[in-house]
């Protein structure tokens, strides 16, 4: 039988918020076997009122009431940005509340710190859902993967921009209809830009790389590319190439022992297990060097999905009182991050106004490709592997005399 209650405060009562308070509610007998304890919530913070709810006597529009509860064990915060979830998380952390977060740019930014906190008061700092909502993959990464050396990771890490892609690719369509699509759905917000501009990726490849690697890698200084300059000619091309245009997220561990790390959009050959992930899903291939390549497939957004991962999240905070079993990653200094002009990848390339002589003296051997209705004087090729100064170098010699319409990576996952 059950005896002890774990009680809990969630902070924030938005799409994942209600999620989490629905999740454990509708699951608890089921969550209390597994947690070892009982669950309540005892509190919800919103500034907004909800008199209706169900759960309307636990609304609290101050965050001292929680922070200052001896009985609070836990804080689950999904206030999201980090204007209040930072200090909110830092004071509960530092209170001896165990945290769960869904928040990526809280983790992506101050990861390192709050870890520290935790491990400091011998509590813990989950946050599975941050990266590939219902997906696990941090604990996965932290723990079933432990055994390996991670070479490299690389995913399809924003549901709203692969959403944008399928539809580019499979109907034919311009960025902004396919834009326009996913907004009358909700996948996007009215101002897209954390999504198109690569932004929600490159937080959550960030998580993803400093729990790989050992090291926190902050987003500020990752290059990093949206969807928002692909066309659907270069789709036509990468269908002649033999593959998909996917926004990728990826990190790889350098013979030097720096961390190469982008976010782009790329040609992925078809073969690709990268390749046939469509729609909103996210997929996350992990190579590791005893596992090889092991890839995570699933919902990567949306109200229940998330909010699973973050109840689980809560089960093993309160399974682990007591004990500190989070995950760790150390501080790190910016030139753990390798230069991207030193990165090395093969390229596509559309070009108008040139001839392929000049093509072939700056890029040497390069493999045409076609496209129907191509205009006369449009060319488009892919490169052999250079270094992006090499590749950025060479474009500009060909912007001198023609006109570059289109340069996308090509990566190999
Ligand atoms: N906007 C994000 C996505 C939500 O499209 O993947 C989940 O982080």
Same mark, same amino acid.
């Given at each position: 039988?059950?005896?002890?209650?774990?009680?809990?405060? =969630?902070?924030?009562y938005? =799409?994942?918020?209600?999620g989490?308070?629905? =999740?454990?509610?509708?699951?608890?007998?089921?969550?209390?076997?597994?947690?070892?304890?009982?669950?309540e919530?005892?509190?919800?913070?919103?500034?907004?009122? !909800?008199?209706d709810?169900?759960?309307?006597?636990?609304?609290?529009?101050? /965050?001292?009431?929680?922070?200052?509860?001896?009985?609070?064990?836990?804080?689950?915060?999904?206030?999201?940005?980090?204007?209040?979830?930072?200090?909110?998380?830092?004071?509960?952390?530092?209170?001896?509340?165990?945290?769960?977060?869904?928040?990526?740019?809280?983790?992506?930014?101050?990861?390192?710190?709050?870890?520290?906190?935790? #491990?400091?008061?011998?509590?813990?700092?989950? /946050?599975?859902?941050?990266?590939?909502?219902?997906?696990?993959?941090?604990?996965?990464?932290?723990? +079933?993967?432990?055994?390996?050396?991670?070479?490299?990771?690389?995913?399809?890490?924003?549901?709203? &921009?692969?959403?944008?892609?399928?539809?580019m690719?499979?109907?034919?369509?311009?960025?902004?209809?396919?834009?326009?699509?996913?907004?009358e759905?909700?996948?996007?917000?009215?101002?897209?830009?954390?999504?198109?501009?690569?932004?929600?990726?490159?937080?959550?490849? +960030?998580?993803?790389?400093?729990?790989?690697?050992? #090291?926190? =890698?902050?987003?500020?200084?990752?290059?990093?590319?949206?969807?928002?300059?692909? &066309?659907?000619?270069?789709?036509?091309? +990468?269908?002649?190439?033999?593959?998909?245009?996917?926004?990728?997220?990826?990190a790889?561990?350098?013979?030097?022992?720096?961390?190469a790390?982008?976010?782009?959009?790329?040609?992925?050959?078809?073969d690709s297990?990268?390749?046939?992930?469509?729609?909103? /899903?996210?997929?996350?291939?992990?190579?590791?060097?005893?596992?090889?390549? *092991?890839?995570?497939?699933?919902?990567?957004?949306?109200?229940?999905?998330?909010?699973?991962?973050?109840?689980?999240?809560?089960v093993?905070?309160? #399974?682990?009182?007591? &004990?500190?079993k989070?995950?760790?990653?150390?501080?790190?200094?910016?030139?753990?991050?390798?230069?991207?002009?030193?990165?090395?990848?093969?390229?596509y390339?559309? *070009?108008?106004?040139?001839?392929?002589?000049?093509?072939?003296?700056? !890029?040497?051997?390069?493999?045409?490709?076609?496209?129907?209705?191509?205009?006369?004087?449009?060319?488009? /090729?892919?490169?052999?592997?250079?270094?992006?100064?090499? +590749?950025?170098?060479k474009?500009?010699?060909?912007?001198?005399?023609?006109?570059?319409?289109?340069?996308?990576?090509?990566l190999?996952?």
């Open positions: 039988m059950v005896t002890d209650m774990a009680k809990i405060a =969630v902070l924030g938005g =799409v994942v918020g209600s989490t308070v629905e =999740v454990i509610y509708k699951n608890q007998q089921g969550l209390e076997k597994k947690a070892g304890q009982g669950i919530v005892k509190y919800i913070l919103d500034l907004r009122d !909800f008199p709810s169900p759960y309307a006597d636990k609304f609290t529009k101050d /965050f001292n009431v929680i922070v200052n509860d001896p009985e609070i064990d836990v804080v689950v915060e999904v206030l999201g940005g980090v204007k209040f979830a930072y200090p909110y998380v830092k004071a509960s952390l530092e209170a001896g509340k165990s945290v769960v977060t869904s928040n990526k740019e809280l983790v992506a930014t101050y990861g390192a710190e709050l870890l520290a906190i935790a #491990k400091e008061k011998n509590i813990n700092f989950f /946050f599975e859902a941050s990266v590939g909502g219902g997906i696990p993959i941090i604990r996965p990464l932290h723990q +079933c993967l432990s055994a390996n050396r991670i070479e490299e990771i690389a995913g399809i890490l924003n549901g709203t &921009t692969n959403f944008i892609l399928t539809k690719i499979r109907d034919n369509m311009g960025f902004d209809e396919a834009l326009k699509i996913a907004q759905l909700g996948y996007a917000e009215r101002d897209p830009s954390a999504d198109v501009d690569g932004i929600d990726a490159c937080r959550k490849i +960030c998580i993803l790389a400093s729990l790989s690697f050992g #090291k926190h =890698v902050y987003p500020d200084n990752i290059h990093t590319e949206g969807i928002t300059k692909i &066309t659907p000619e270069d789709v036509a091309y +990468c269908e002649n190439f033999g593959g998909s245009i996917k926004l990728i997220g990826w790889a561990k350098q013979e030097n022992d720096k961390v790390i982008m976010v782009c959009p790329a040609f992925i050959h078809e297990q990268l390749a046939g992930v469509n729609d909103v /899903f996210n997929a996350i291939l992990v190579r590791g060097d005893s596992t090889g390549d *092991v890839v995570f497939y699933g919902k990567g957004a949306g109200k229940l999905p998330t909010a699973s991962a973050v109840v689980a999240d809560v093993d905070v309160v #399974k682990a009182t007591g &004990t500190s989070s995950l760790r990653w150390e501080d790190s200094e910016q030139d753990f991050i390798e230069d991207t002009n030193n990165i090395v990848c093969e390229n390339i559309r *070009v108008s106004g040139t001839d392929k002589s000049l093509i072939e003296y700056l !890029f040497g051997e390069v493999t045409y490709l076609s496209r129907k209705g191509a205009p006369a004087d449009e060319l488009a /090729f892919t490169t052999s592997a250079i270094s992006e100064k090499e +590749c950025e170098e474009i500009g010699e060909l912007q001198k005399k023609a006109t570059v319409l289109g340069r996308i990576r090509i190999n996952y």
